[in-house]
């Protein structure tokens, strides 16, 4: 498989037919989708929406590289909103299945939190639709059930872990690589960037390295000129190694 950096839709704007058209006309090959934003949420797609969607992918010759499904953890454990959590979870599986999506991120309570039953049910639904959890928790000693993973850089600094470790660590594990950055604010910053904290020579040879065969998810969640910040992050990853992009 090819691999692709991947930015996120929902990042770009909220028509997605004009995000894939854009997207197509700059030279870009994959693009990852949310399960929140307008045009992809699942309990607003019927048969032939998901159609027109798959058909609109194949036009723009945009790889769907994966989804995201920012539910808050909480949610997956407080009585009242349980129950909406899990069928949001399983309709986004439907959905990416639909779409020849592999991969859904998410981050899941840990197991010693999670009723045993949920999630019996968030992995039943997972192989039923063929869709690969990417769990996005750092890796800590409380993390060991995570048999597929993803990892969000910035996340990774705002908690004092050094992403390329953090990569390492997760190896054969990491399913969902993304590449995002963080300043010396705190705040999400475009890869490549003056003031950026991450090491991206160092960070796409350990990708690169354990999950060479994985689109890179361009996260630019909180950037300020995404397009524009596409533009510098995708030159960066080109200049620190070979393929994708």
């Not at 899941?108 to 992995?123: A, C, H, K, T």
Request: with cysteine; charged share 25%; glycine share 8%.
């Amino acid at each position: 498989m090819n691999s692709y950096l991947a930015p996120t839709a929902a990042s770009l704007g909220n028509d997605l037919r004009l995000i894939c058209d854009r997207l197509r006309r700059d030279g870009w090959r994959a693009i990852q989708l949310s399960a929140a934003m307008p045009g992809t949420r699942p309990r607003e797609l019927g048969a032939s929406a998901r159609r027109d969607l798959a058909a609109t992918l194949r036009r723009t010759e945009l790889v769907p590289a994966g989804m995201d499904l920012w539910i808050p953890q909480e949610h997956f454990l407080d009585p009242s909103t349980i129950d909406r959590a899990v069928a949001s979870f399983e309709a986004a599986c439907g959905l990416a299945a639909d779409l020849g999506i592999t991969t859904l991120s998410i981050t899941l309570p840990g197991s010693d939190q999670l009723d045993g039953e949920i999630r019996e049910v968030v992995d039943s639904s997972s192989v039923k639709h063929g869709v690969l959890i990417a769990d996005h928790r750092i890796p800590s000693p409380e993390t060991e059930d995570v048999e597929s993973a993803g990892l969000d850089p910035a996340a990774c600094f705002s908690v004092d872990r050094d992403p390329i470790e953090v990569v390492l660590e997760l190896a054969g594990r990491l399913v969902a690589p993304r590449l995002s950055d963080l300043v010396s604010t705190g705040l999400r910053g475009i890869p490549g960037d003056i003031g950026g904290r991450l090491d991206i020579q160092a960070y796409r040879a350990a990708v690169d390295t354990v999950a060479a065969d994985r689109h890179v998810v361009l996260d630019l969640r909180q950037v300020t000129s995404p397009w524009e910040g596409m533009r510098i992050a995708r030159s960066a990853w080109r200049a620190a190694g070979p393929g994708g992009g």
